[in-house]
């Protein structure tokens, strides 16, 4: 069932993009490399104290940053730590936040987010990722016009009943609120985005996912052949260090998904 008041476009495009991400966090694919992620978590608190202090009440990106590496069990202490690091003076980690666009297999439209202190090495690794699974990188602005920056959170179906969770994302400011599986997903404005989180929290509902996303306008169907092509470019894409987010405008049927996701 999909409670659906504003953005009815997004309906229909976001039934792959939504399902993956469900399905990627309970698979625990990036879970499962914990150095990995931890390195990548405490880039962002850096670079997010390093551009607007170390003070996240003060500070909305090192806020989310924060608490993005909460919800992946990051020690306090490595939290504590990146943060004094991003406050501190330059020690060589002269992070840049840049964006890669391309396209994948089926067509598919991508866009990579990445923290790197060297932009032609993550970008001869990206491109070569690209061209290994079948895509091609793109130039600047090739994609990223399919895709709305969103607040995003993911809640399991049992920690509240559809109608009041509902109203309560309503309240708070939500534009969307939908059932996927056994999870409900709401969609924010960006500005919109802390006060749903802080609605959420108040009310004792834990999330699954709770983050800054590119959600797709548009959706590409995939077969079962493109489906796996996909699947193997964005666990190669997000097993790059550098690379932040990864991002895809794909629709996959679910018995293909399931199928693909059992495999692995």
């Given at each position: 069932?999909?409670?659906?008041?504003?953005?009815?476009?997004?309906?229909?495009?976001?039934?792959?993009?939504?399902?993956?991400?469900?399905?990627?966090?309970?698979?625990?694919?990036?879970?499962?490399?914990?150095?990995?992620?931890?390195?990548?978590?405490?880039?962002?608190?850096?670079?997010?104290?390093?551009n607007g202090g170390g003070d996240p009440d003060m500070n909305l990106t090192l806020r989310y940053a924060i608490d993005k590496a909460k919800?992946?069990?990051?020690?306090?202490?490595?939290?504590?730590?990146?943060?004094?690091?991003?406050?501190?003076?330059?020690?060589?980690?002269?992070?840049?936040?840049?964006?890669?666009?391309?396209?994948?297999?089926?067509?598919?439209?991508?866009?990579?987010?990445?923290?790197?202190?060297?932009?032609?090495?993550?970008?001869?690794?990206?491109?070569?990722?690209?061209?290994?699974?079948?895509?091609?990188?793109?130039?600047?602005?090739?994609?990223?016009?399919?895709?709305?920056?969103?607040?995003?959170?993911?809640?399991?179906?049992?920690?509240?009943?559809?109608?009041?969770?509902?109203?309560?994302?309503?309240?708070?400011?939500?534009?969307?609120?939908?059932?996927?599986?056994?999870?409900?997903?709401?969609?924010?404005?960006?500005?919109?985005?802390?006060?749903?989180?802080?609605?959420?929290?108040?009310?004792?509902?834990?999330?699954?996912?709770?983050?800054?996303?590119?959600?797709?306008?548009?959706?590409?169907?995939?077969?079962?052949?493109?489906?796996?092509?996909?699947?193997?470019?964005?666990?190669?894409?997000?097993?790059?260090?550098?690379?932040?987010?990864?991002t895809a405008n794909f629709n996959i049927p679910d018995a293909i998904m399931?199928?693909?996701?059992?495999?692995?």
């Amino acid at each position: 069932m999909t409670l659906n008041f504003q953005h009815s476009t997004l309906h229909s495009s976001m039934a792959g993009h939504s399902h993956w991400a469900n399905i990627a966090h309970k698979k625990g694919r990036i879970d499962a490399k914990r150095g990995k992620l931890f390195g990548k978590l405490s880039r962002a608190i850096i670079v997010a104290a390093r551009n607007g202090g170390g003070d996240p009440d003060m500070n909305l990106t090192l806020r989310y940053a924060i608490d993005k590496a909460k919800k992946n069990s990051m020690p306090k202490d490595n939290i504590e730590r990146a943060v004094q690091k991003g406050c501190g003076e330059s020690d060589g980690d002269d992070y840049q936040e840049l964006t890669y666009e391309g396209y994948g297999p089926g067509g598919v439209a991508i866009m990579c987010d990445a923290l790197t202190e060297n932009r032609n090495r993550t970008a001869g690794e990206v491109r070569k990722t690209f061209e290994v699974h079948g895509g091609n990188l793109g130039s600047t602005g090739c994609v990223g016009y399919l895709f709305d920056r969103k607040g995003q959170f993911m809640v399991a179906a049992g920690q509240a009943d559809e109608e009041s969770l509902f109203e309560l994302a309503v309240e708070a400011g939500a534009e969307d609120v939908r059932l996927n599986g056994d999870t409900y997903e709401i969609l924010t404005s960006v500005d919109a985005f802390q006060s749903v989180n802080d609605a959420l929290t108040a009310r004792e509902i834990e999330t699954e996912v709770a983050d800054l996303a590119r959600i797709p306008t548009t959706s590409v169907d995939l077969d079962e052949k493109d489906a796996r092509r996909v699947l193997k470019l964005m666990d190669a894409l997000e097993d790059n260090d550098d690379v932040q987010n990864v991002t895809a405008n794909f629709n996959i049927p679910d018995a293909i998904m399931d199928a693909v996701m059992a495999e692995t």
